[in-house]
């Protein structure tokens, strides 16, 4: 995928741009400015304070994800929205990593090796703020990593809710192994233990021509993937479930 720009989808107003324009589009979108203007004139409307945060994948930036968070939503909400919408296979463990102190869902486990272990039942508030950056792990055994950013801090109406979705990545144009073309299957080389290094193989079922010959031990072929975490790079999840990786994007 090299030299490919990586683009997204606006919620609001739908508009597909690159991922730098977007994070300048959302401030001045008309669509969600309206939204935003509709809302402040209903009595009802109550503006709560709001995190701007960028989501996006370690050393897999094509995929990311622009989210309004309220500032008084606990890392572990955030972790139940991140493993739903990208990560979640077989109920791993997972930690933020927010200055100098891993977040946990259950920070009693192990605390004896680890002094800098603490809850998940925390505020954003109380551990983050504009500017700031911080890591988020899933699964300690073939870990997918995630880097979050706080952009700003604004007064917004959430609509009752703690989390929403501005704009996140449109799916990447990954090409066949033989052709070139555009994929339409991708599916690991058993048996490997290595995890995220997992080698993959994609296609199109259009596709005559052959495909390279691929050893499970080899490192050299580029992981092809359809969301941050590919379905599958779990092994335990893969032979449990009794399938190959498949596409894994929910919209």
């Known amino acids: 995928m090299t030299g ?10 739908h508009r597909e741009l690159s991922k730098a324009s977007l994070t300048r589009h959302l401030v001045s979108c008309e669509q969600r400015i309206a939204m935003q203007g509709e809302r402040e004139s209903r009595q009802q409307a109550t503006k709560i304070k ?6 996006e994948g370690y050393r897999l930036l094509m995929y990311w994800m622009h989210l309004e968070v ?27 990593r927010i200055g100098g102190y891993n977040y946990y869902v259950d920070a009693e486990m192990d605390a004896f090796w680890d002094m800098r272990r603490k809850n998940m039942q925390v505020m ?13 792990e899933y699964d300690f055994g073939s870990t997918t990593e995630l ?14 809710k703690a989390i929403q979705v501005l704009a996140r990545n449109t799916l990447p144009i990954i090409p066949c192994d033989g052709c070139g073309g555009p994929v339409t299957w991708s599916e690991p ?37 359809t969301s941050v975490r590919l ?21």
């Open 4 to 13: 490919q720009t990586s683009k997204g989808t606006c919620t609001f107003c």
């Open 189 to 225: 080389i058993l048996p490997d233990t290595r995890g995220s290094q997992l080698p993959v193989q994609s296609g199109r079922d259009e596709c005559t021509t052959p495909l390279p010959e691929v050893k499970p031990s080899c490192s050299f072929l580029a992981i092809r993937l």
């Open 70 to 96: 309220a500032v008084d939503t606990t890392l572990a909400t955030l972790d139940r929205f991140l493993r739903e919408t990208w990560l979640e296979c077989c109920g791993h463990l997972s930690v933020f």
């Open 124 to 136: 954003l508030e109380e551990v983050l703020s504009p500017g700031q950056t911080c890591s988020y």
């Open 147 to 160: 880097i979050v950013k706080v952009l700003a801090e604004q007064e917004v109406d959430m609509k009752g």
């Open 50 to 55: 709001a995190f701007h945060l960028v989501v």
């Open 231 to 251: 379905r599958g790079t779990c092994l335990v999840g893969l032979i449990a479930s009794k399938k190959t990786a498949g596409f894994c994007w929910s919209e």
